[in-house]
C-alpha cells in the first residue's frame, strides 16, 4: 500500500504566503515525478507544477514567478511554496507521485487526498 498525506492548506489574504507538504510512505522502491494540480469550483482541474526526480521543474503561467515547487528524496515528500497569493488561486490542491512500490515493475500514479486553499479578497 502506497498513501499520499497533504498538509499546509488554509485561509489566507491576498499577498499572504502558504506552504503545502505531501509525504509518500509505504511500500515505495522509488518516486519518478511529482506534482501539485488544483481544482476550483465548477472548473477542471490542473497542473500547478511538476517536478522530476532530479530536480527538473515545470509550472503553469498563471503561477510561474509566484510558486515554487521542491522536493526531498530522503523523505519521499514534495513541496509547494505560495506566495504572492490571489483569490483566483482558491482551489482544492492535490498532489501526485509517479511510483514503484517494492516488489514490482510497473510505475503506479498515486493522488493525496487534497487540501483547501482559500485567499480572501
Known amino acids: 500500500q502506497v498513501q499520499l498525506v497533504e498538509s499546509g492548506g488554509g485561509l489566507v489574504q491576498a499577498g499572504g504566503s502558504l506552504r503545502l507538504s505531501c509525504a509518500a510512505s509505504?511500500?515505495?522502491?522509488?518516486?519518478?515525478?511529482m506534482g501539485w494540480y488544483r481544482q476550483a469550483p465548477g472548473k477542471q482541474r490542473e497542473l500547478v507544477a511538476v517536478?522530476?526526480?532530479?530536480?527538473?521543474?515545470d509550472y503553469a503561467d498563471s503561477v510561474k514567478g509566484r510558486f515554487t515547487i521542491s522536493r526531498d528524496n530522503a523523505k519521499n515528500t514534495v513541496y509547494l511554496q505560495m506566495n504572492s497569493l490571489k483569490p483566483e488561486d482558491t482551489a482544492v490542491y492535490y498532489c501526485?507521485?509517479?511510483?514503484?512500490?517494492?516488489?514490482?515493475?510497473?510505475?503506479?500514479?498515486?493522488w493525496g487526498q487534497g487540501t483547501q486553499v482559500t485567499v480572501s479578497s
Open positions: 501526485n507521485a509517479d511510483i514503484i512500490r517494492r516488489f514490482t515493475s510497473g510505475v503506479v500514479r498515486y
Open positions: 517536478i522530476t526526480s532530479g530536480g527538473s521543474t
Open positions: 509505504g511500500s515505495i522502491f522509488s518516486v519518478n515525478g
